[in-house]
């Protein structure tokens, strides 16, 4: 069974750009959340989508915004990027309420 | 809020010189306890899902406890392929998605 996949792996933008990154969960799975993870602040949720609903949204500002498909697949966008979103940002998937996710390999994003 | 607290922060050991990693949290009612594994530029990768005091879940040299408070990732001679950064994540059960929290990690450093 193929994992989660995220595209692209790496990313360079400079700031007042914006950026969309994708997301394909695992088969069958229909819940995704995404994460910023730095090395000042770890890891942070952003958003979580179930059957292309938000479920749940964290302390970001409205700059982060995300969707989900009918297939599952999202994606997330960030507008006016600044320095400090220079971060990995990671998708995970799961099948169901409070069961484990499963991460992809997560895309760099550098802000220049 | 809820709030995730991993000690010690790094980790330095010998090959086979046993040792354990704990997660301190703070939630108003836990769902899960998640264990995930990271090594450097990839994605966290699962490891165990705990649900209950008293719970203990084993995968080769790891075994996963929990308490009403804490939870402790234990290391059996390890081996320098252990090395990697352990995260801890907790979902509360008033969470309407599957959002977790992480703590800030251990990083674990095996030498031969």
């Known amino acids: 069974k193929a994992g989660v996949t995220q595209t692209p792996r790496y990313l360079i933008k400079t700031r007042g750009q914006q950026v969309t990154l994708s997301c394909s969960p695992i088969?069958?799975?229909?819940?995704v959340s995404w994460y910023q993870q730095t090395p000042g602040q770890g890891l942070q949720f952003l958003f979580e989508?179930?059957?292309?609903?938000?479920?749940n949204k964290g302390n970001f500002p409205g700059r982060f915004s995300g969707r989900q498909f009918s297939n599952s697949r999202s994606e997330m966008n960030v507008s006016t990027l600044e320095l400090g979103d220079s971060a990995l940002y990671l998708c995970?998937?799961?099948?169901?309420?409070?069961?484990?996710?499963?991460f992809g390999p997560g895309t760099r994003l550098t802000v220049l | 809020e809820d709030q995730v607290t991993q000690s010690p922060e790094a980790l330095r050991l010998q090959e086979g010189e046993s040792s354990s990693l704990n997660c301190s949290y703070t939630v108003s009612g836990l769902r899960g306890l998640f264990w995930y594994r990271q090594d450097p530029g990839k994605g966290p990768e699962f490891l165990f899902t705990?649900?209950?005091a008293g719970e203990e879940k084993e995968k080769e040299r790891l075994k996963a406890t929990l308490t009403k408070k804490e939870s402790f990732l234990h290391i059996t001679a390890p081996k320098p392929e252990d090395s990697a950064t352990y995260l801890c994540a907790v979902q509360a059960d008033n969470n309407a998605g599957n959002m977790l929290t992480f703590g800030g990690g251990t990083r674990l450093m095996v030498k031969p």
């Open positions: 088969s069958g799975h229909r819940s």
């Open positions: 989508y179930f059957s292309e609903t938000q479920r």
């Open positions: 705990l649900y209950s």
């Open positions: 995970a998937s799961s099948w169901n309420l409070g069961v484990e996710q499963f």
